[in-house]
């Protein structure tokens, strides 16, 4: 990847809610086709730091760069415009709806006399499924309220592509997932950074990290501690670095100082 600017990097980003202090000093960075997993315990600022990604928190300070270029995210819009999708916990799909018309919700394709263009939409939808090689879902005019956790985040995954999508922020996405349905959303997310996305991978499960990141960041407190190479680290330095808060580094890198 050398050569390539990095999709986003953020360099010193804090945030401050009033006199609380969510996040101090964190860099980050995230390349094309490369999947980064941010992880640490309940209260470290890992969903603090997505919101801020996708416009849902302005900085406090800091900078934030897409693509080499420093910009402003105002809101979740300004975020998609740029092709930063977040696909959260609770995957804000509609159960009452179909697979299509979930994929398309508020953004529903029209003909010319201004009807739906159901036609069309169910030809994109396939094509998008098909490009992520999603095979689980028998029709997209199914009811997503009848699909398994595994389908429906695969569904949400899906309409996040859809929309030009470059970064792909996944909360938790094999949480309260079986077995089966965890290796069907972790061979998902394998396949985004094999397309060329960015993915930022948010999980409590190592084992899943493990299974599909290049990189693990870890916060605690706000705060970076540690940045690791998934092939040269284990499971057990990353936890000492979630608990303790130890400064480690990427071999071949110059160690850090706290800041």
Do not use: C
């Not at 980064?36 to 302005?58: C, E, P, R």
């Not at 029209?110 to 036609?119: A, G, K, M, S």
């Not at 094509?127 to 689980?136: A, D, N, S």
């Not at 996305?197 to 970076?224: C, K, P, T």
């Amino acid at each position: 990847m050398s050569g390539t600017a990095p999709l986003i990097q953020l360099t010193g980003v804090s945030k401050n809610f009033g006199a609380v202090q969510a996040l101090s000093n964190v860099d980050l960075v995230v390349n094309p086709g490369e999947i980064v997993a941010l992880v640490g315990d309940n209260g470290a600022g890992k969903s603090t730091l997505i919101k801020a990604i996708a416009g849902i928190h302005a900085i406090s300070k800091g900078e934030i760069r897409w693509q080499g270029e420093p910009v402003t995210v105002r809101s979740p819009k300004e975020a998609a415009r740029l092709g930063i999708e977040v696909v959260y916990q609770d995957l804000a799909l509609a159960d009452n709806l179909d697979v299509v018309e979930n994929m398309f919700l508020g953004r529903e394709k029209l003909t010319r006399t201004f009807q739906l263009d159901r036609i069309a939409m169910e030809r994109r939808a396939l094509e998008v499924l098909e490009q992520l090689r999603v095979t689980t879902i028998r029709s997209v005019g199914q009811s997503v309220e009848g699909l398994s956790g595994g389908q429906r985040q695969s569904v949400a995954v899906a309409k996040a592509v859809m929309w030009s999508a470059k970064l792909l922020i996944l909360d938790e996405p094999t949480a309260a997932l079986g077995v089966a349905q965890t290796r069907e959303v972790l061979e998902l997310v394998h396949r985004l950074g094999e397309q060329g996305l960015g993915v930022l991978l948010i999980s409590h499960n190592l084992h899943d990290v493990f299974e599909v990141a290049d990189r693990i960041v870890v916060l605690r407190l706000g705060q970076n501690v540690a940045e690791f190479d998934r092939r040269t680290t284990n499971q057990t330095e990353v936890v000492e670095a979630i608990t303790a808060g130890r400064l480690s580094h990427v071999p071949g890198q110059a160690e850090e100082t706290s800041a």
